[in-house]
């Protein structure tokens, strides 16, 4: 049962242009989400997190989008630059938890 | 520098063979955790731990098995009984919840 999903596997955006990530959840527990960047052979390194309070959290040219009543969330790179190609993870936790469940993926591919 | 350091980066297992995989953190956090990464599954929770002398199983957890003896280090072991055990294996680690979660490199761990 997968809770955290990111249905677009891959996305290609051209530089200078703004990149969307989307990620859905299923489970109402989770208050808690977070986007990781990820290199081939590298560990996830943190980007941006938001709670369910707050409907938008933004850093620099990262903005984390949330609809609770959807169950959606997006991370927004604008402008999009080659060196943010990568795997774009999502991650969701209950604040009654301590662990992360993660989604399965988006790689960005940022074009000259 | 304070990190989390996984061994080694790549390791190759005769199938019937147990292996352990190394994960040693200076960062001071109390809660450490495995992930396995295979293509078009993302990060999938295998063991955690909160506390030294702890561990919960997390969704993929048979086959494998862990030990918190040092608040440090959280030894995962692959043993013959994980059914297809060749995958990237991530360590991570945070203070409390889920806050600060810091990932190591990984291992690449092939069965051959």
């Known amino acids: 049962d997968q809770q955290v999903k990111q249905n677009s596997p891959s996305l290609s955006v051209q530089e200078g242009r703004i990149s969307i990530l989307n990620c859905d959840y299923t489970n109402s527990m989770f208050d808690y989400f977070l986007w990781y960047k990820k290199y081939p052979a590298e560990g996830p390194t943190f980007l941006i997190s938001i709670s369910s309070i707050k409907d938008k959290n933004e850093d620099g040219r990262f903005t984390v989008f949330l609809n609770k009543s959807a169950k959606h969330l997006s991370l927004h790179i604008v402008p999009s630059q080659p060196g943010d190609s990568a795997v774009y993870f999502c991650?969701?936790?209950?604040?009654?938890?301590?662990?992360?469940?993660f989604g399965t993926g988006t790689r960005l591919q940022v074009t000259l | 520098d304070g990190g989390i350091t996984q061994s080694p980066k790549y390791l190759f297992r005769k199938e019937g063979q147990n292996v352990t995989l190394s994960c040693e953190q200076n960062l001071n956090h109390d809660a450490m955790y495995w992930y396995r990464q295979d293509p078009g599954q993302g990060l999938r929770l295998i063991y955690y731990s909160q506390i030294v002398n702890d561990f919960q199983k997390g969704d993929i957890a048979e086959g494998y098995s862990v030990s918190r003896e040092k608040k440090e280090s959280f030894p995962l072991t692959v043993t013959s009984a994980q059914k297809n055990p060749t995958a990237f294996y991530l360590c991570a680690s945070s203070p409390t919840g889920v806050d600060g979660y810091t990932f190591g490199s990984g291992t690449r761990l092939t069965v051959v």
């Open positions: 991650a969701a936790s209950a604040s009654t938890a301590s662990k992360l469940t």
